[in-house]
């Protein structure tokens, strides 16, 4: 990334030194990990030009957003319900959790017990290094798992624009009636941060453009069911991690396009692995840039991931809002049923996940399931037991990897790794 970003980053309050390392780190790590890659669709480079900008660019963007009036909001959970943010105009960005930084300096104030994904948020702030936060008018917390809640409490301390929404345990009554408070709430909250009123018109809008976004990496995901699958798991991934940072009619645009050229291979029957190489589902926490170790692992090693149940793929984008509605409070309601569908391991109990998996399972065609557990994570940890048994009662191979954001287990993993895939060859 160019010189020209240098002073919006130290407008920013980057640490320009720790800030040139995370880039140079990031950059070196999409190299060795994405352009190695063999036969990738064409329309990924619109994904490399957007990851080599995530920094400057989209930056660049969001501040001239910001100079028109305009506000940016960030978000650690798909549970923030974006229709909501784009109807007043407002832009919903993903924060940085995907890499570890200032590990040192985040265990002073939070447990070396917390998962990565909550350490790295801290540490991108520590740091200084993640422009979204920075650049956000209003940080978006959520009561979802138990190290989340707490850490809020701290972070707090750390961000003058902490806002916390509470999310129900439990798929009852009760439950929905909180979710649709506190989404009534949140409109409250982000009609006052902007200054604009949300009517009718301008929710429909922001529906219409969150299910547009939904549905163009929805037809992504079930071009994968082909065999031999026309993109990688890891390109996949990478359109689904953009999803949370990218312009979203631009994205859908791009995302589209590439499912035109995905049907051609199709057609073809060109991809980059061939027929018949061991397909995957992986299925459990999110994965947010760059944390690409483990779909690197699988495809470095011979296996082709076709599906993932997870925030950030399907759990996240599956269900859209229903539009039908010609009031606020009808389209709310919309809004509130389709996320409280969200099988999110925080819900007890969770029997919609299970279904789900065995689902996704059955229609991407996939040879086994690979659960991916963030260390320190209680509800995915805790879930993969149901979910293998579950799956292993139903003949389908299962096998649970438990990791965190460090390299020190790469050879391990894929020793163990290469021999489930072993396991599901014919
Ligand atoms: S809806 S999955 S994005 S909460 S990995 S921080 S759960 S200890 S991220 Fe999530 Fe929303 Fe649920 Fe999805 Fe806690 Fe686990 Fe860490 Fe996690």
Same mark, same amino acid.
């Given at each position: ?108 104030? &939070? ?204 759990? /996240?984008?599956?269900? &859209? ?73 139903? /003949? ?9 954001? /460090? ?13 489930? &895939? ?5």
């Amino acid at each position: 990334m160019s010189e020209q970003y240098v002073s919006m980053w130290k407008d920013l309050g980057l640490d320009l030194e720790a800030h040139d390392m995370l880039l140079e780190v990031l950059g070196k790590g999409y190299q060795d990990i994405y352009r190695n890659q063999k036969e990738r669709p064409e329309g990924m480079s619109y994904f490399d030009f957007v990851l080599s900008e995530v920094h400057g660019l989209r930056i660049k963007e969001l501040m001239d957003e910001k100079a028109a009036g305009r506000k940016v909001i960030g978000s650690f959970c798909v549970f923030v319900p974006e229709e909501i943010v784009r109807a007043v105009d407002a832009t919903l960005v993903g924060l940085c959790t995907g890499a570890d930084f200032a590990t040192e300096e985040v265990e002073k104030i &939070l447990p070396r017990n917390t998962c990565s994904l909550i350490k790295s948020a801290f540490g991108f702030k520590l740091g200084k290094v993640c422009p979204y936060m920075e650049s956000a008018d209003m940080i978006v917390g959520e009561n979802t798992c138990d190290g989340k809640k707490k850490s809020y409490e701290t972070l707090q301390n750390l961000v003058p624009n902490l806002y916390v929404m509470d999310l129900p345990q439990m798929k009852s009554d009760e439950g929905r009636a909180l979710l649709r408070a506190e989404y009534f709430r949140f409109k409250e909250a982000v009609e006052k941060l902007t200054g604009v009123s949300i009517d009718a018109e301008r929710l429909k809008k922001g529906i219409a453009m969150v299910n547009n976004k939904r549905k163009a990496i929805h037809r992504l995901s079930l071009l994968r069911k082909a065999d031999p699958a026309p993109i990688s798991g890891l390109d996949a991934l990478l359109a689904n991690q953009v999803f949370f940072y990218d312009d979203p009619v631009r994205y859908t645009d791009s995302v589209n396009k590439i499912c035109d050229e995905l049907e051609s291979r199709i057609e073809k029957k060109e991809g980059p692995f061939p027929k018949g190489a061991p397909r995957i589902l992986m299925s459990g926490c999110p994965m947010a840039v760059p944390n690409w170790k483990l779909p690197w692992i699988i495809e470095s090693s011979g296996g082709v991931i076709v599906g993932e149940e997870s925030c950030v793929g399907e759990r /996240g984008t599956r269900n &859209l809002v229903n539009d039908g509605g010609n009031t606020v409070d009808d389209l709310m309601e919309a809004v509130v049923d389709r996320y409280f569908k969200v099988d999110c391991a925080i819900f007890t109990p969770n029997p919609d996940r299970l279904t789900h998996v065995e689902e996704m399972f059955r229609e991407y065609k996939a040879d086994g399931v690979i659960h991916y557990g963030l260390q320190f994570c209680q509800p995915y940890i805790v879930e993969s037991m149901p979910v293998e048994k579950s799956l292993e009662e139903k /003949g389908i191979p299962t096998l649970r990897i438990e990791t965190d954001y /460090g390299m020190e287990d790469v050879g391990q993993l894929k020793t163990r790794v290469e021999a489930f &895939l072993e396991v599901l060859k014919p």
